[in-house]
Each structure stands twice: as structure tokens, then as C-alpha cells.
């Protein structure tokens, strides 16, 4: 599956921005997805994942409560919805597919997005 991640931007400290990342392929959702991000100097961090088969979601601890992860199988997509963002949500954020578990673990993932840049400003 190719992934193609957009909707990333500069936004103000307790804005919002919605990520989205759509997929080629017909085995969509046989795939569970996951959004990752980094920051130069950083090790990749995961951010949220939802599962193919029956859609549960994870979350790291930093974004719970306020990222949501949802996806469409019908457009073959999956959305980063996130709100009260903090300068330190700024990072390159990736979307992810995969096959293996567990999926809060980049290592499971197989195919990624060039990634979009989200800056949060203060």
C-alpha cells in the first residue's frame, strides 16, 4: 500500500489541525494505521494507531485526549484529528500501515508516508 499524508501547517498554540492520509491499494483495510512523528534529532515517536478489524484506537499518553485517530475504508483514508495543539506537537508527522503487532510499535509498520510538517508556534 503507497500512503500520501497531507493537511499539515503552521497553527497557534490551542489551535487545531486535522491530518489526513490517503492510501492506494484495495486491501486497505486489512491494514491497521498508525501516525508517527519526529523531530530533527529525535527518535520517531508513535502517536496514535487504530486497528483494521474491529477500528480500536491507541494513543501515546502526550496526545491522549486530545488527538483523535479515525479512518474511512470506504475512501481508503485515515485522519489525525488534533486539538489544543502544544508548541511541542511541532514534528514531521507520518502515516504508517501495517500488518503485524502490536501496532503502537514502528518496527510493525511496512509502508510509510513522506510525511507532513506540523509547527505549533507559541
Known amino acids: 500500500v503507497q500512503l500520501q499524508a497531507s493537511g499539515g501547517g503552521l497553527v497557534q498554540a490551542g489551535g487545531s489541525l486535522r491530518l489526513s492520509c490517503a492510501a492506494s491499494?484495495?486491501?486497505?483495510?486489512?491494514?491497521?494505521m498508525g501516525w508517527f512523528r519526529q523531530v530533527p534529532g529525535k527518535e520517531c515517536e508513535f502517536v496514535a494507531a487504530?486497528?483494521?478489524?474491529?477500528?480500536?484506537?491507541y494513543y501515546a499518553d502526550s496526545v491522549k485526549g486530545r488527538f483523535t485517530i479515525s479512518r474511512d475504508n470506504s475512501k481508503n483514508a485515515v485522519y489525525l484529528q488534533m486539538n489544543s495543539l502544544k508548541p511541542e506537537d511541532t514534528a514531521v508527522y507520518y502515516c504508517?500501515?501495517?500488518?503485524?503487532?502490536?501496532?503502537?510499535?514502528?518496527?510493525?509498520?511496512?509502508?510509510w508516508g513522506q510525511g507532513t510538517l506540523v509547527t505549533v508556534s507559541s
Open positions: 487504530i486497528s483494521w478489524s474491529d477500528g480500536s484506537t
Open positions: 491499494g484495495r486491501t486497505f483495510s486489512r491494514y491497521a
Open positions: 504508517a500501515a501495517s500488518r503485524a503487532l502490536p501496532i503502537t510499535r514502528q518496527k510493525s509498520y511496512e509502508s
